[in-house]
């Protein structure tokens, strides 16, 4: 009854296969439950990366043919009745936020013109950086903690080896090696979902600082010209 206990806590049942999927099966079910976060974390965090990925890329080209078409237009609000936006480029939206209030407030004087302008682009380029950086905080979230997660997922199933030896009394490695393995695969997946997490999130949060700069380069400027 004794051996069968113990077979159980490390999850040997005779088998020596040591693949993923066999491993997952024979652990434990607090470390099947870290196993399917981390991996959960891991495939979300995979998905976001793709998408940030494809969104700084677009907005880099949609920006830069906003840039070189407003520049080189007869003025500001001739620019503005014809462009359209179609890239919903973040740095067009703020133009055009700019541009409407502007427009309304053409009977004012032009230093309460400036001062409003002036707020709607700060409210617009803060509303468009914060579209921008949504979910980076999962990423930076699991960058952090899914080594832990992991880590507690190891201790768990090696505290079940251990637990193994002592109801067997056997301190055979084919008794312990399973539990170990098993253990050290939810650390294993702790670093695989926290690495590229947290080189993303470095990567897409300099890109976000870049692009805010770049918005705040293109307000004044276009400040100054009103």
Not at 172 to 178: D, E, N, Q, Y
Request: no cysteine; glycine share 4%.
């Amino acid at each position: 009854m004794e051996q069968e206990v113990a077979t159980q806590v490390v999850g040997l049942g005779g088998s020596t296969d040591f693949s993923l999927f066999q491993l997952f099966l024979r652990a434990d079910f607090v470390v099947k439950g870290v196993i399917v976060i981390l991996i959960a974390a891991s495939i979300f965090s995979w998905a976001l990366i793709f998408e940030k990925y494809k969104l700084f890329k677009r907005i880099e080209k949609s920006t830069t043919s906003f840039e070189d078409k407003f520049w080189k237009s007869r003025s500001a609000e001739s620019f503005y009745n014809s462009h359209n936006n179609r890239d919903k480029d973040p740095m067009a939206n703020i133009f055009q936020s700019a541009m409407a209030e502007l427009i309304k407030t053409k009977s004012k004087s032009s230093a309460v013109q400036t001062s409003r302008v002036s707020r709607v682009i700060e409210i617009s380029a803060d509303k468009e950086i914060k579209l921008i950086e949504k979910h980076f905080t999962f990423l930076a979230t699991v960058g952090s903690t899914a080594p832990f997660i992991g880590l507690f997922g190891t201790v768990w199933g090696i505290m079940n080896s251990f637990q193994s030896i002592a109801i067997s009394r056997n301190t055979s490695l084919a008794i312990v090696a399973p539990g170990i393995a098993e253990a050290l695969f939810a650390t294993a997946l702790g670093l695989l979902a926290a690495i590229p997490a947290v080189v993303a999130y470095n990567k897409f949060n300099s890109d976000s600082k870049k692009y805010s700069g770049r918005i705040e380069n293109f307000s004044k400027r276009f400040i100054s010209i009103i």
